[in-house]
């Protein structure tokens, strides 16, 4: 329950603190995003396409399910949601029920979201972290309360009205007075979702109480700023899918709010918005509607909210993706949002000039390969086929540390309905747990950065260099060279190759150099040989991973990872065994040079024979497949190439 200064009049509190007040008076609806003139229309775009049905259905259903939210007291956590998202769930009990209610009329929904409104507001706190842990879960509560004053505002009287533009004005006082670190203006910390978060509901609080122009200003140049640099130069959003969905959750719903109250289009100041789900089609797997999970982030779909700029700028393979991984083929969710999206349903309801249906890649004629100047490299063997090949090649920046993983020169691969080669996820961040390298004994930094410094498409394939150098730490030695050339063919069974060339100034003694080769839990490893097998956890095929040392074929093994484990983030402890499997290969040499094949197969009667020769004096590997067709592939790596020849 709040203390008794907690429940005196915001009036009385300024006057006794110095506090600059607000006209307690109700002021007019806001109308964040439509008004009630607006309702019959979007009725009628909720029933105008079969994915729009499915999601209003699935509205409905989630709204219903709020109708039996307790309010006394009021969950601001439990079987739903954790501390860390109560905010977002105060936004997404708030919003759910009341766009059911604008959908069918019925307003037992808005009954029950006001009866949570004010819960929400007599029951806590702004400062109080018992409801709040942190700026994130005030600013997300700060946002709910906003939308859901906006929308339940007809359901509201005079006296209620007050009472919760009092409350939100102690939230928006908190978030406008907050010393943390996301108010600083610099590109770092600007292009951050707590950024946007903290001052998108700021926004959202000056809007609807009306008379906190300072407040508005403070948020429009933060939005501003979050939009200006929350991608790189090529449209990549480097915090990841999930995080570009929790910094729109913050900066798209005041954005526009403030462009419907005459103020500026923020998202139209920035060009490359319409390109920001480019990166979520790029990250779907061909089978399952699997997300591949980059940095920190989870292997979910975006949140609802993205979908206003698919829909504003009319693109239809965004809209596919999304629908492919969040609805009946994919996660099940038909549209709606996780407990880490907020709310977000609305929007794809309410954006673009009109109905938008989707349209997949293939279709599209995208192309099958995509280089970002941060330092991401997409490459696929086909769009619309569930046995196609997809490679992730990441060595790059990113525009903030908060979400960077020490992954530089990585290599994701899938191919036949499996995943082979993965990113394990948010926590395990080290570069052990990715397919890279350590280098005499030490592994990449925090911090860690990288960069691709080639990139080019063929009739057969695609080649790209990385470069990451600084990715190591100087002791033991200067790391001067560290550098991944890939290549990958795309058919007519698509396979990888990549070269590792390493020097370390540590004079004239070997260098040991560990490749690591990441996959999932649910696969199985045999070995083969020297080489190993990876063998598909769904049943639909295998990889062979083979691996060279100048022309000499190295052991590739599984590492045991039993009871091993590490810090993440300072404070996370990782247990690998409960994330990945590993295997390694390892050569000591004084330049070292290192090949590795994974080529994916249903039949071992498939896989080629492969010879690997390598010429010193020009320090170029060939490396030869000749299939039981009688094919032979011939890719040669040079010091800064890799070429690729085929005889039939």
């Not at 009725?43 to 509205?59: F, G, I, P, Y």
């Not at 994919?330 to 907020?342: F, I, K, S």
């Not at 961040?429 to 063929?458: A, M, P, W």
């Not at 045991?560 to 402890?573: C, F, R």
Request: charged share 20%; with cysteine.
């Amino acid at each position: 329950m709040k203390s008794t200064l907690a429940s005196l009049s915001i009036a009385a509190l300024s006057a006794v603190a110095g506090i600059p007040s607000f006209a307690a008076e109700p002021s007019a609806h806001p109308s964040f995003f439509f008004t009630l003139d607006d309702v019959p229309a979007l009725q009628q775009r909720a029933d105008s396409t079969e994915w729009l049905r499915t999601m209003k259905q699935a509205v409905i259903d989630q709204a219903n399910y709020f109708l039996d939210t307790e309010t006394d007291p009021y969950p601001l956590s439990g079987p739903d949601n954790g501390k860390g998202t109560a905010g977002r769930f105060v936004q997404r009990r708030l919003g759910i029920l009341s766009l059911a209610g604008y959908l069918t009329g019925q307003e037992h929904y808005f009954h029950k979201g006001t009866e949570i409104l004010l819960a929400v507001v007599r029951q806590c706190e702004p400062d109080n972290t018992d409801h709040w842990r942190t700026h994130l879960q005030y600013a997300d509560a700060t946002q709910g309360l906003a939308i859901g004053y906006d929308f339940l505002y007809p359901y509201l009287n005079d006296e209620e009205r007050t009472e919760v533009r009092e409350e939100l004005y102690q939230y928006g006082h908190l978030l406008y007075t907050d010393g943390s670190a996301w108010g600083a203006p610099s590109p770092g910390v600007t292009s951050c979702n707590h950024n946007s978060v903290q001052f998108g509901a700021l926004g959202l609080a000056a809007l609807a109480l009306g008379d906190q122009p300072a407040w508005v200003d403070r948020a429009t140049e933060r939005v501003r700023g979050y939009y200006k640099y929350f991608v790189d130069p090529t449209g990549y959003v480097t915090e990841g899918h999930h995080y570009l969905s929790y910094g729109q959750l913050g900066a798209y719903p005041f954005s526009l709010a403030l462009k419907r109250s005459g103020g500026p289009d923020l998202v139209a100041e920035q060009p490359l918005a319409q390109n920001i789900l480019d990166q979520f089609v790029w990250v779907l797997l061909p089978f399952e509607n699997r997300i591949r999970t980059l940095n920190d982030n989870d292997p979910q779909p975006v949140g609802p909210i993205a979908m206003a700029h698919a829909l504003t700028y009319r693109n239809s393979v965004h809209l596919w993706a999304w629908w492919q991984a969040i609805g009946p083929d994919g996660a099940g969710n038909n549209g709606l949002g996780r407990e880490n999206d907020g709310f977000g349903e609305l929007f794809p309801f309410l954006s673009g000039d009109a109905p938008l249906e989707p349209l997949s890649p293939g279709q599209a004629n995208w192309p099958l390969g995509k280089r970002y100047h941060s330092g991401r490299v997409f490459l696929r063997s086909a769009w619309d086929d569930p046995d196609a090949a997809h490679v992730v090649f990441k060595s790059g920046y990113d525009m903030h540390q908060g979400h960077n993983q020490q992954d530089e020169n990585a290599v994701t691969f899938a191919a036949l309905g499996e995943d082979f080669l993965t990113d394990p996820g948010y926590w395990p961040d080290g570069s052990d747990c990715h397919t890279t390298l350590r280098i005499n004994g030490v592994e990449q930094q925090i911090g860690s950065v990288g960069r691709v410094v080639d990139y080019r498409e063929d009739e057969h394939g695609a080649f790209v260099r990385g470069q990451a150098p600084e990715a190591y730490p100087l002791i033991p030695g200067f790391i001067g060279h560290a550098e991944r050339k890939l290549y990958f063919v795309r058919g007519p069974q698509p396979y990888l190759i990549w070269r590792d060339d390493v020097g370390v100034e540590v004079g004239h003694k070997p260098v040991e150099v560990v490749s690591r080769y990441v996959t999932t839990l649910d696969n199985t490893i045999q070995q083969q040989g020297k080489g190993a097998i990876i063998e598909g956890g769904n049943g639909k095929a295998s990889c062979l991973i083979l691996a060279y040392s100048d022309d000499q074929a190295i052991l590739v093994s599984e590492d045991d990872l039993d009871g091993q484990s590490y810090i993440a983030n300072g404070y996370k402890k990782v247990v690998y065994s409960e994330h990945l499997k590993r295997l390694s290969a390892k050569t000591e040499a004084y330049h070292p040079r290192l090949v590795s094949i994974a080529f994916p197969f249903k039949n071992e009667s498939e896989i080629p024979v492969v010879a690997v020769q390598y010429d010193k004096s020009s320090d170029t590997h060939t490396c030869q497949l000749t299939f039981p067709s009688g094919r032979i592939d011939t890719i040669r790596f040079a010091p800064t190439q890799a070429t690729f020849a085929r005889i039939k």
